[in-house]
């Protein structure tokens, strides 16, 4: 599943060939991963008060649009342009987008479900095979930042103040907190185990029960571990590609994901396996307190 860093990946891989260009066409092959949120002021995943738009304009796939920035807030993306129209990509489970440039073939037709073309030839493709993602469609730009405001500080960026703020007075495991999405965007299952086993906090406690040094500590490991996995390319694994189709290296470097009843890189104990927020939750008893 595609996580904050690799979405951040995507995006500096994309704004050198996206940025400036004009699109000049917009083909949706399947309508229905196409959102128009209906209410700014509902929830954010993709509901049934969201409207599928019964009449898609092309200009809604933002035809004729000259493309102005990617922004990235938690795991999603906006394409933005000079107009103010914004399309926000959400990745789900397996999305992606590919960006080919006019010479190269498109060998993945499948599972391809949008598809600009750019005014030097080139194409962006939005491709999802579970189609847990989708393409929310927003008019102006206004709109896609009151969507954006219910989103907690981007994760990249949190700041002690911020958490500190978040945690005080919460009282469901801090691993519950960090992976919900009003609280931080863009901490997933695997960042959110790294990071307390970096900042040496366990991941059962509860929230506001981290001290003001713990949470210094917590803030600046979850920066810290997101950067580094921005610098590897991302991590996951299945489907996820950048914009040439290359897979996340990030992987290999996990000091806790993914390696219950291993032993710990710090103490050699095996590390712990447990379910926090309905998620496997790997741990080291003796390092995190
Ligand atoms: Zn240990």
Redesign the pocket.
Known sequence: MPELPEVEHLRRSLEPVLLGRTIIKATLHRRDIAVMPADPQGGFSRSSSDARPARLTRRDLLLDATIDRLQRKGKQLAILATDGRAVCVHLGMTGGLIHLPLSSRNRRRDHVHATWRLDDGSRLLFRDPRRFGGLWIFPTRMCLDERWEKLGPDALHVTTRALSAALQSRSAPIKATLLDQRVLAGVGNIYADESLFRARIRPGRPSHSLSAGEIRRLASSIRAILRQAIRAGGSSIRDYRDAQGRQGLQQRRHAVYGRGGKP?A??A?PLLVEVIAQRTTVS?A??QA
Do not use: F, G, S, V
Request: glycine share 0%.
């Open positions: 710990c710090l103490c104990n080291c003796h390092c």
